[in-house]
C-alpha cells in the first residue's frame, strides 16, 4: 500500500501490494512487518535441519528444511523491496538430490520458490512407493525448471494461484492416509496442528486481500499478511516433522515425538545398530 515516501530501492514495480503501508520504518525496507514475520520461519526451519542432521534423517529432509528457509528469505527480500525482478540478483536453489541449479530471482510475490517447495513435499510423499526410482525426481527437476523459466518471462497471476492449489491438492490424499495409519496420538497431533496452521493462515491472507480498504481505516492494523507468514511456517514445521515421524516409522527407527523445552514438537529416532 503506497504511501509516496521515498526509498532506497527506488519506485515500487511489484503487480502486488499487500495492506501495509510502505516505507513507515525504514527507507530500506517498504513493508516492514511482512518482512520481519518472516523470521519465525527462518527459525523453525533451521530447528528443523538441525534435528534432520544431528539424527542423520535422509538428505531429502535436509533439502526440505532448506527449501522452507529459502522460501522466507526470499519473501523478506521481496517485501523489503516491492521489486519485481532484480537483475542483479541470482538465486542459488537446492534442487531435488542434492543438485544445484543458478536462476534469476523473480520478486513478484516469491513465487517460483513457492512451486520448487511443492514439488519437494510431491516427491517426498509419493516417492516411498514409486518403483522408478529416478524418474520422479527427474520429471520434478525438469518441471520446477520449466516454470522458472516461463515464469521469469510470463506474467502470471490467476494461473500461478490455480497451478499451486493444484499442486497442494495433489498433496492432501497421500498426507491423508499417512494420517489415518498413525496410531501414536502425539503425531496425530502434529497433522492436526498442520491442518489448523493452515486455516488460520489461509484466513488472515484472506481478511487482509478483502477487506484492505477497511482495515487501512482502523487504528490499528492487524496485519494479516505478517500473521500469514508466521502461521505458514509453523504450518511447514508441523507438516516437516510429521512427514520425518511417517519416515522413520517406515524405515523401522523406532520414531517418538518430543517436545523441546515441553513446547516444540520434534521426532526423536533410534536406528538399529546396523544402520
Request: proline letters at 4%; aromatic letters at 16%.
Amino acid at each position: 500500500m503506497a504511501n509516496g515516501v521515498s526509498s532506497f530501492w527506488g519506485p515500487v514495480t511489484s503487480t502486488h501490494e499487500w495492506c501495509e503501508p510502505n516505507y513507515v520504518y525504514s527507507s530500506y525496507v517498504a513493508e516492514f512487518f511482512n518482512t520481519i514475520s518472516n523470521v519465525p520461519c527462518i527459525m523453525l526451519a533451521l530447528i528443523g535441519l538441525v534435528n534432520s542432521l544431528r539424527q542423520r534423517f535422509e538428505k531429502r529432509f535436509s533439502v526440505l528444511h532448506i527449501s522452507n528457509m529459502i522460501l522466507a528469505i526470499g519473501s523478506m527480500l521481496y517485501h523489503a523491496t516491492l521489486q519485481r525482478l532484480c537483475s542483479k540478483l541470482a538465486w542459488l536453489r537446492l534442487e531435488y538430490k542434492d543438485s544445484l541449479s543458478l536462476w534469476p530471482w523473480q520478486q513478484q510475490g516469491d513465487e517460483t520458490p513457492m512451486v520448487w517447495e511443492m514439488l519437494l513435499y510431491i516427491y517426498i510423499l509419493y516417492s516411498p512407493d514409486w518403483h522408478y526410482r529416478s524418474t520422479m525426481p527427474t520429471f520434478l527437476f525438469l518441471y520446477g525448471a520449466v516454470f522458472a523459466i516461463a515464469h521469469s518471462q510470463l506474467r502470471f497471476d490467476i494461473g500461478f494461484k490455480v497451478h499451486y492449489a493444484v499442486l497442494c491438492l495433489l498433496c492432501i490424499p497421500r498426507m491423508y492416509k499417512y494420517y489415518i495409519h498413525t496410531e501414536d496420538k502425539l503425531a496425530k497431533r502434529l497433522a492436526k496442528l498442520y491442518v489448523a496452521t493452515l486455516l488460520i493462515g489461509t484466513l488472515c491472507w484472506l481478511v487482509d486481500r478483502a477487506f484492505c480498504k477497511d482495515i487501512s481505516r482502523w487504528y490499528f492494523n492487524p496485519q494479516g499478511h505478517a500473521l500469514w507468514h508466521v502461521s505458514m511456517g509453523f504450518n511447514s514445521y508441523f507438516a516437516n516433522t510429521f512427514l520425518m515421524y511417517c519416515r522413520a516409522r517406515q524405515r523401522e527407527w523406532d520414531p517418538k515425538v518430543k517436545h523441546f523445552l515441553g513446547v516444540l514438537p520434534y521426532v526423536k529416532i533410534q536406528k538399529p545398530k546396523a544402520q
